[in-house]
């Protein structure tokens, strides 16, 4: 699976959009873009993924660019309650070798009132 | 739904003692994981299984055994413990999407 890179740290004041970058420029063409989320001391939770179209459900939006090697995970207004540690990961759909599923350290991400 | 569920939650363990950390998924996902995770050091995974009856190292397997008896249980094994084992351990299940979803931990120390 394709590596990703992600900043360290941004921070989002409360009620407005945070967009959380990733890169992936060595992505294959059948590999997704997932985002998970994990808030402190528990543990990861899924938020959302996509191949090549943008992606929205009720807890973000996912735009991927047409060359496919970033993406941009969109809360639309933030709350407290976001603040957590977003991991971007790039895998193959329903991969059987589980072996290559590498997450980095993520973007920690700071919601401020 | 419970979803996945450890056991224990936290755990003081001595060097060299045996332990068993449980792990229990309600979802009839056939695909589960234990990964570990340290400080500065991210999700690594230790080790997997496709299915039922199967079972696969990953990136971290040394001083851990899993078995895979049927669909719901992944028990990770430490035989003898060892200091460099003290992490936060997470038990994970995915969807036939290969979306995972992961249980809430257990704590464990090993002095």
């Known amino acids: 699976d394709a590596k990703t890179t992600q900043p360290p740290s941004m921070d989002c004041a409360e009620g407005r959009a945070a967009n959380l970058p990733c890169n992936h420029s060595?992505?294959?063409?059948?590999?997704?873009v997932y985002w998970y989320r994990q808030i402190h001391s528990q543990g990861p939770q899924y938020i959302i993924h996509g191949l090549k179209n943008n992606e929205t459900n009720e807890m973000a939006s996912l735009i991927i660019t047409e060359d496919r090697k970033s993406s941009t995970l969109i809360l639309p207004h933030a709350t407290l309650r976001d603040t957590a540690v977003y991991y971007c990961?790039?895998?193959?759909?329903?991969?059987?070798?589980?072996?290559?599923?590498?997450w980095g350290l993520g973007t920690s991400l700071a919601v401020n009132p | 739904t419970a979803g996945i569920t450890q056991a224990p939650t936290s755990q003081i363990l001595a060097a060299g003692r045996s332990m068993t950390l449980r792990c229990t998924q309600d979802?009839?996902?056939?695909?589960m994981y234990w990964y570990r995770q340290d400080l500065g050091l991210g999700l690594r995974l230790i080790h997997y299984?496709?299915?039922?009856?199967?079972?696969g190292k990953g990136e971290v397997p040394d001083g851990y055994s899993v078995s895979r008896a049927n669909t719901d249980d992944f028990p990770l094994t430490l035989a003898s413990a060892v200091p460099s084992q003290t992490s936060v351990y997470f038990c994970?299940?995915?969807?036939?999407?290969?979306?995972?979803?992961f249980g809430p931990g257990t704590r464990l120390l090993v002095l």
């Open positions: 060595t992505i294959s063409g059948n590999e997704y």
């Open positions: 299984s496709n299915t039922a009856g199967t079972t």
């Open positions: 979802m009839r996902h056939n695909a």
């Open positions: 994970a299940s995915s969807d036939s999407e290969g979306t995972q979803y």
């Open positions: 990961i790039v895998r193959a759909y329903n991969a059987g070798n589980n072996r290559k599923l590498i």
